[in-house]
């Protein structure tokens, strides 16, 4: 696939002292983003950013980087990697794309089978607590902001209504931003206004967008409007890796980017749209492969062992090529 022309930096051959730093003024001046984390830094001492971009399917995604109009996605993904997604065990939608891509587990396990079938997931069962429980809840902070209320939302049980999906995750969370419909110019501020707050210690962010999908389904999958709108978050990606940057911890950070579901072709529903991506700066991602691979990948690269967490995660990591062969055949 063409990929757009990206402005070079050779970011090992700074002279040093003070041209050091003028060097390091003028390359930040660029337009583009700098994908610049380093996989020479330990799993366990790294941080990482999941974004989602509700709705975008990885066919339109495709043409929007070879039209180069995805700047944000084609730096992040220039020493990094991009692959393909597929949803193959529940409804595509928001609610269960989210469950699957932040528990690693399937309906069978979080109760979550679509937007109108589902139960709050089970305490324990999210990426962030695996985390939590792996590194000490001090060690790393977990941070969810969102773009949505009902299908990610967090209230409570109530009068004929069973919870929400996030409702018993919530009160694990480090920070929790969400139950409200907003725009990427919102989220996107939030984001970075959390990375300025934990940029000095460990963390696991998820910040979720939902505007492609509020834009396809008003004006379809081939509207201007749903192409715009991927293009509004991809400058929003391209800030938080700026923000990682000014905040000297591009080094230590990865970045995903991914979606709970794709986009019906030329239409306004998403009822049978299982094709998205993983788009990364992180090397280590050599295959594509199921939505309930994500979370094994994110804990591998955050230096907790996915095998180790129980309910055993069906996934795997998207680091290794197919499942391990077993020592005895
Ligand atoms: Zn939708």
Same mark, same amino acid.
């Given at each position: 696939?063409?990929?757009?022309?990206?402005?070079?930096?050779?970011?090992?051959?700074?002279?040093?002292?003070?041209?050091?730093?003028?060097?390091?003024?003028?390359?930040?001046?660029?337009?583009?983003?700098?994908? @610049?984390?380093?996989?020479?830094?330990?799993?366990?001492?790294?941080?990482?950013?999941?974004?989602?971009?509700?709705?975008?399917?990885?066919?339109?995604?495709?043409?929007?980087?070879?039209?180069?109009?995805?700047?944000?996605?084609?730096?992040?993904?220039?020493?990094?990697?991009?692959?393909?997604?597929?949803?193959?065990?529940? #409804?595509?939608?928001?609610?269960?794309?989210?469950?699957?891509?932040?528990?690693?587990?399937?309906?069978?396990?979080?109760?979550?089978?679509?937007?109108?079938?589902?139960?709050?997931?089970?305490?324990?069962?999210?990426?962030?607590?695996?985390?939590? #429980?792996?590194?000490?809840?001090?060690?790393?902070?977990?941070?969810?902001?969102?773009?949505?209320?009902?299908?990610?939302?967090?209230?409570?049980?109530?009068?004929? #209504?069973?919870?929400?999906?996030?409702?018993?995750?919530?009160?694990?969370?480090?920070?929790?931003?969400?139950?409200?419909?907003?725009?990427?110019?919102?989220?996107?501020?939030?984001?970075?206004?959390?990375? #300025?707050?934990?940029?000095?210690?460990?963390?696991?962010?998820?910040?979720?967008?939902?505007?492609?999908?509020? @834009?396809?389904?008003?004006?379809?999958?081939?509207?201007?409007?749903?192409?715009?709108?991927?293009?509004?978050?991809?400058?929003?990606?391209?800030?938080?890796?700026?923000?990682?940057?000014?905040?000297?911890?591009?080094?230590?950070?990865?970045?995903?980017?991914?979606?709970?579901?794709?986009?019906?072709?030329?239409?306004?529903?998403?009822?049978?749209?299982?094709?998205?991506?993983?788009?990364?700066?992180?090397?280590?991602?050599?295959?594509?492969?199921?939505?309930?691979?994500?979370?094994?990948?994110?804990?591998?690269?955050?230096?907790?062992?996915?095998?180790?967490?129980?309910?055993?995660?069906?996934?795997?990591?998207?680091?290794?090529?197919?499942?391990?062969?077993?020592?005895?055949?």
């Amino acid at each position: 696939m063409a990929q757009p022309a990206i402005v070079p930096f050779v970011q090992h051959q700074a002279p040093r002292g003070p041209r050091r730093l003028l060097a390091a003024l003028l390359s930040f001046g660029a337009a583009l983003p700098l994908a @610049a984390f380093d996989s020479a830094v330990p799993p366990a001492q790294r941080s990482a950013v999941l974004v989602s971009w509700d709705g975008v399917g990885r066919e339109r995604l495709r043409e929007l980087l070879a039209a180069g109009r995805l700047p944000g996605v084609s730096a992040l993904v220039r020493d990094g990697s991009q692959v393909d997604v597929d949803v193959t065990d529940h #409804r595509t939608d928001t609610k269960a794309g989210h469950a699957e891509m932040l528990t690693g587990y399937g309906p069978e396990v979080t109760g979550v089978r679509s937007n109108t079938r589902s139960r709050p997931i089970p305490a324990g069962l999210s990426v962030f607590e695996a985390l939590q #429980r792996r590194f000490g809840s001090d060690r790393i902070a977990t941070i969810m902001i969102t773009a949505k209320a009902g299908n990610l939302g967090s209230a409570g049980p109530g009068f004929l #209504r069973r919870g929400q999906p996030w409702s018993l995750v919530r009160p694990s969370l480090t920070v929790w931003d969400g139950d409200a419909l907003r725009d990427a110019s919102v989220v996107g501020q939030l984001a970075l206004a959390c990375l #300025r707050r934990f940029a000095g210690q460990r963390f696991f962010a998820f910040f979720h967008f939902g505007d492609a999908d509020r @834009a396809g389904h008003q004006k379809g999958e081939r509207s201007d409007p749903y192409a715009e709108a991927i293009v509004s978050c991809d400058r929003w990606l391209n800030a938080i890796a700026a923000e990682l940057r000014a905040l000297a911890v591009d080094r230590t950070t990865m970045v995903f980017v991914t979606a709970d579901h794709g986009f019906d072709l030329a239409r306004r529903e998403h009822r049978d749209a299982p094709r998205v991506f993983l788009a990364t700066d992180d090397p280590a991602v050599v295959r594509g492969g199921d939505q309930r691979d994500i979370v094994p990948t994110l804990l591998a690269e955050l230096g907790a062992d996915p095998a180790a967490v129980r309910p055993t995660l069906a996934g795997l990591p998207l680091t290794s090529i197919g499942p391990p062969e077993s020592p005895t055949q």
